[in-house]
């Protein structure tokens, strides 16, 4: 098994910036580590899942979602198996429920992945 806890949600003026965080744990993840990827994707009141960035442990490859892209930055502490989320530049638009999420080797942007987080609520006013 493998579990998920974020943190670093919040409400925050457009314009302004959050560090979301993402801590594994799990035999599961611990063992077999450079062989996941992590990710995050969002949820908004009314709208689908969508993926937002991913990055693979090992090699620490990155991928970004179009809106995202220039203004987010995922990142990973390989000590403290942490997966972080920058997010500057925040719009209105980016207020949702962020989750993390994880599985063995890419993220998928369709979000079939294999673990996900409880989510954590990020507001962003205008």
């Known amino acids: 098994q493998v579990q998920l806890v974020e943190s670093g949600g919040g409400l925050v003026q457009a314009g302004g910036s959050l560090r979301l965080s993402c801590v594994a744990s799990?035999?599961?993840?611990?063992?077999?580590?450079?062989?996941?990827?992590v990710g995050w994707f969002r949820q908004a009141p009314g709208k689908e899942r969508e993926f937002v960035a991913s990055?693979?442990?090992?090699?620490?490859?990155?991928s970004y979602a179009d809106s995202v892209q220039g203004r987010f930055t995922i990142s990973r502490d390989y000590l403290e198996n942490t997966v972080y989320l920058q997010m500057n530049s925040l719009k209105p638009e980016d207020t949702a429920v962020y989750y993390c999420?994880?599985?063995?080797?890419?993220?998928?942007?369709?979000?079939?992945?294999?673990?996900w987080g409880q989510g954590t609520q990020v507001t962003v006013t205008s």
């Open positions: 999420a994880a599985t063995w080797g890419m993220i998928p942007t369709n979000g079939a992945v294999g673990y």
């Open positions: 799990g035999r599961t993840f611990t063992d077999y580590v450079s062989y996941y990827g």
């Open positions: 990055i693979r442990w090992s090699g620490g490859s990155t």
